[in-house]
């Protein structure tokens, strides 16, 4: 290789196959091969001019080896100034180098992997016990979780024939996050059923007092209103309307076929994204599901504790084929979240209308549902079937304006 970087500069090429300790380059085989065909022939039949040959190989050979002996002193770590970047975005990977032996430290080349590229670099020359620090922008065209690193130091020989690698550092990752739409209207304008507010439902015990009703056998006793049942002279006992916490559900498939193309799919998942947010930052009550969960409900369900954590979790998805359908999804997410108060079901254009009313099918009566159906560039619309509402978006700005019609639907 001609030519190294300057300190600092960093060149981009295709990443290769994992690093050997020592590898040998086609001219460093030949050269080798000379040396010993050169030696045996030379010793062997005597020929001075075969032995001329063989020890200038030879000597060749060991003086490229004398270039790979040896460890050289210090200390590397990769860091991520930004651990989080929205696609189209930047971040920078600080690379520190620290002197720890007892002498300077000269400029040194190295390979940084980022993510299916790797990255030569030239390490500056440190003295004993300073540390400094290369900056490389990483462009995050994608999302998706990067992993950086092990920066690997190379040496070698300056007739090319061969390189060793020593890995010096650990491993860093770089979540790259899909852009999302900070939506205006609260998830407590879209929840039919607000946190703590009686519902139509009636239950025999709970808060809110709704009426009184004969005493029927079975009927807690605690529950006796007794100066009523003093003035009528039979048994009567309070009825109660059932209050219940707000749950949003957020469902998108990964299966392949539920998308018509990658731009779908980075649009759902924006979509995604920018509803947790906005019930992460609401305080409402929320799960997200990708893909097919478990039997226990927990493959497919990502964190929701902090809006970091979900766009995090939402960078490592991709669809993939015979995954599990939004239709299958929902079933599966409507048995095991019986108290959900609304569904968000996020998928392509290539999923039909009856399949929607399938998957809304598998919700408890009353759960309001509504299939947010990404199509690039579509017009924005908004229909109501029964208890389903689809809402068609093109953009991911669309979507601000799309839940605040359903939201007063």
């Avoid at 990443?15 to 040396?35: D, F, H, K, Q």
């Avoid at 309070?238 to 219940?244: A, D, V």
């Avoid at 998108?252 to 759902?268: H, I, N, R, T, V």
């Avoid at 369900?301 to 979900?310: N, Q, V």
């Amino acid at each position: 290789m001609s030519g190294s970087p300057a300190a600092g500069e960093s060149v981009v090429r295709p990443i290769r196959t994992p690093p050997r300790a020592v590898s040998v380059s086609a001219a460093g085989w030949a050269a080798l091969v000379v040396a010993v065909v050169g030696l045996g022939l030379g010793v062997g039949l005597g020929w001075a001019e075969f032995l001329v040959v063989g020890l200038s190989g030879a000597l060749v050979v060991v003086v490229a080896a004398l270039f790979l002996v040896g460890r050289r002193p210090g200390a590397v770590a990769i860091s991520v100034l930004e651990r989080q970047v929205v696609a189209g975005g930047t971040a920078t990977v600080v690379v520190c180098v620290t002197g720890d032996g007892g002498r300077a430290q000269r400029a040194q080349d190295a390979e940084l992997p980022v993510g299916d590229v790797l990255q030569s670099i030239r390490l500056p020359a440190v003295d004993a016990g300073e540390t400094r620090e290369v900056l490389l922008p990483v462009p995050a065209g994608r999302r998706g979780v990067v992993q950086l690193g092990p920066v690997t130091l190379v040496r070698r020989d300056p007739f090319g024939f061969a390189r060793r690698e020593s890995a010096r550092s650990g491993e860093a990752l770089l979540f790259v996050h899909p852009p999302i739409a900070a939506i205006a209207v609260a998830t407590s304008g879209l929840l039919r059923d607000l946190e703590g507010i009686a519902t139509p439902d009636l239950t025999d015990s709970d808060i809110a007092f709704h009426a009184l009703r004969p005493y029927v056998s079975g009927d807690d006793r605690r529950h006796i209103h007794w100066k009523s049942t003093a003035k009528t002279g039979s048994f009567l006992v309070r009825q109660f309307e059932q209050t219940r916490r707000s749950h949003l559900i957020v469902l998108q498939s990964l299966a392949a076929d539920d998308y018509g193309s990658d731009e779908e799919f980075e649009l759902a998942v924006s979509a995604v994204g920018s509803i947790g947010a906005r019930a992460i930052a609401d305080g409402t009550s929320l799960s997200v599901y990708a893909g097919a969960p478990r039997t226990r409900g927990e493959a497919g369900r990502l964190r929701t504790r902090g809006r970091r954590e979900l766009l995090d979790d939402l960078s490592g998805i991709d669809p993939a084929p015979g995954a599990t359908s939004v239709t299958a999804l929902a079933r599966t997410v409507g048995e095991q979240a019986p108290d959900a108060s609304l569904v968000f079901l996020v998928c392509g254009s290539t999923v039909p209308a009856r399949r929607l009313r399938a998957a809304a099918s598998h919700f408890a009566p009353g759960v309001e549902v509504v299939a947010v159906v990404v199509a690039p560039e579509a017009p924005v619309s908004l229909v109501r079937i029964e208890a389903l509402r689809i809402l068609r978006i093109g953009y991911l700005d669309d979507l601000v304006r799309a839940l605040a019609r359903a939201g007063g639907a």
